[in-house]
């Protein structure tokens, strides 16, 4: 990161110069609820939706949660995370851990040199970020839920990220626009988040499994992933030898953090290629069908009829007639001017 950004946080803090003057961490700056629960209200102004600041060192950071989500980025150096009293986590240099709002954790003190940035981030600030990747891309719905779902339920995800160029630098861009006040950060920083989503999404095998919770969490995301790329010709054989483990192992484990089969994902995503196909191309419906893995063309029709309640050639005249329409009452209203 720019020397200028980590000289700029490696100052200490009005709250570490209490500590090093001999108080511990005051609760009353992060909440007013009886349990340590930080408050958002506390953390933001008024009207943001992310800030950062940089992780109290020189003290043990009790046990807490948040009521946002919460994106540890380690700068330099390392901390130590107890998750839920459970998981411990070493967060180094590069790593990244995002944290929902119903996760419980504590921070080991941390030294001068052990450097790191808490995102503090409102869960509608994501909205920008996940609308920029694909509508029905199962992997993007997969991190939304580990985020964002209302399941009472601590949940977590740590990269390894370090040697990973781009999440780098966007790190370093969210961090220096908000570091800066830069001007239309708001944006920026929205559009930086859903680029640094569809990077990671690119590296789910740097999502580290430290509980069986997370090795699920992590099998799961490959799996998605590796539907994504591959799902002309995927198969769960194939994906079950790639991570070496049974079938029935994979297979469990992938309904157990969807609520979907391999075979039903798999399906979900060759469907969503060919509307894309059928309203983005003039392909016939026979090289559509081809492209996207179906060799039974009436077993295609009948599954695309079920999903959509139409034939897919009904499908696209919809989608033309419709694109139509628009077209002419854009023309209609510049006639009128």
Excluded: C
């Amino acid at each position: 990161m720019d020397e200028r950004i980590v000289s700029q946080l490696r100052k200490p803090t009005k709250e570490e110069e209490e500590i090093l003057n001999g108080k511990t961490i005051q609760k009353g700056r992060y909440t007013s609820q009886a349990d340590f629960t930080i408050d958002s209200r506390k953390m933001l102004e008024r009207g943001k939706l992310i800030d950062i600041r940089p992780h109290t060192r020189f003290a043990e950071f009790p046990r807490h949660k948040h009521n946002y989500i919460e994106i540890l980025y380690m700068v330099s150096g390392q901390t130590v995370h107890i998750i839920d009293d459970r998981v411990k986590i070493v967060l180094e240099a590069g790593d990244l851990l995002f944290l929902n709002q119903y996760t419980y954790h504590k921070v080991l003190p941390a030294g001068k040199g052990d450097i790191g940035i808490n995102f503090i981030i409102l869960p509608e600030f994501f909205d920008v970020a996940f609308s920029m990747v694909e509508e029905e891309n199962e992997l993007k719905n997969f991190l939304v839920d580990t985020l964002r779902k209302d399941n009472s339920r601590g949940n977590y995800l740590h990269f390894h990220v370090s040697g990973i160029l781009p999440i780098q630098n966007l790190i370093e861009n969210m961090t220096w626009s908000i570091l800066n006040h830069e001007t239309n950060r708001h944006k920026i920083n929205q559009t930086t988040m859903g680029l640094l989503f569809l990077q990671l999404m690119n590296y789910t095998d740097t999502l580290e499994d430290h509980d069986k919770e997370q090795f699920g969490n992590r099998l799961t995301m490959n799996a998605l992933r590796y539907i994504e790329e591959n799902y002309r010709d995927a198969t769960l054989e194939e994906l079950a030898k790639m991570e070496e483990k049974s079938i029935y192992q994979v297979s469990r484990l992938i309904r157990t953090h969807t609520g979907y089969t391999f075979k039903e994902l798999l399906q979900i995503k060759r469907m969503n290629k060919a509307v894309e196909l059928l309203t983005q191309t003039t392909l016939s419906i026979a090289d559509i069908i081809a492209a996207v893995g179906y060799d039974n063309t009436s077993y295609f029709f009948r599954i695309f009829r079920e999903k959509f309640k139409m034939s897919p050639r009904k499908y696209r005249e919809k989608f033309k007639k419709i694109g139509e329409d628009s077209l002419s009452m854009g023309g209609g209203m510049n006639r009128e001017k």
